[in-house]
């Protein structure tokens, strides 16, 4: 088998890639990792009250999809006394839940409002923070510094683990 490897394994120079694809990788490394950041924008405002319209949601009724996918549907009721609307809820949801929530402004589902809610829309930009932790030391280690390469390593375990905590405590708040 190992015959076989040494013919798949392109030879390198140096360092990794030339300047161009380094900078292309960058780039890549960085929106890959800050697109879960941006796509989370919406999400914050409404669990944080910034945006939608505070109610109650009842749940009331989740279908199996199969695969470990549900669809949840509920009822969700304004603080304002206007009429119930029909919407959907999140797939963690259990039939009988019944919840703070924000309708979002288009008015077709509701997201869970308050602590848990922030919590659970920051489960998403949380793993992009996980990822960008080590963009500092490969960037250094491409353009050959030596000095700081032992902080950005501690400075990426840190960063990434952080990121991690966030995902898996937002994970954990969005499903309790």
């Known amino acids: 088998m190992t015959e076989f490897l040494s013919d798949l ?12 694809g380094r900078i ?42 199969g695969e470990g996918r549900y669809d949840c549907r509920g009822r969700f009721t304004p603080d304002s006394g206007e009429a119930v609307v029909e919407v959907a809820a999140s797939p963690d949801s259990e039939a009988g839940d019944v919840l703070r929530a924000r309708l ?7 997201v869970p409002a308050g602590s848990r809610g922030v919590l659970a829309a920051l489960a998403l930009p949380g793993a992009g923070l996980a990822g960008l932790g080590f963009l500092p030391y490969v960037v250094m280690y491409w353009l ?33």
């Open 24 to 65: 292309v990788l960058v780039l890549l490394w960085l929106g890959i990792c800050m697109l879960p950041m941006v796509l989370a924008i919406g999400e914050l405002e409404l669990a944080a009250g910034r945006a939608g319209t505070p109610g109650t949601l009842r749940v009331v009724s989740c279908e199996d999809l």
């Open 104 to 110: 979002t402004p288009a008015g077709d589902r509701a």
């Open 144 to 176: 050959g510094a030596r000095r700081g390469r032992r902080a950005a390593v501690t400075g990426g375990v840190l960063v990434t683990a952080a990121g991690g905590v966030l995902t898996v405590v937002g994970m954990v708040a969005a499903c309790s």
């Open 9 to 20: 394994s392109a030879p390198t120079r140096g360092r990794g890639p030339r300047p161009s």
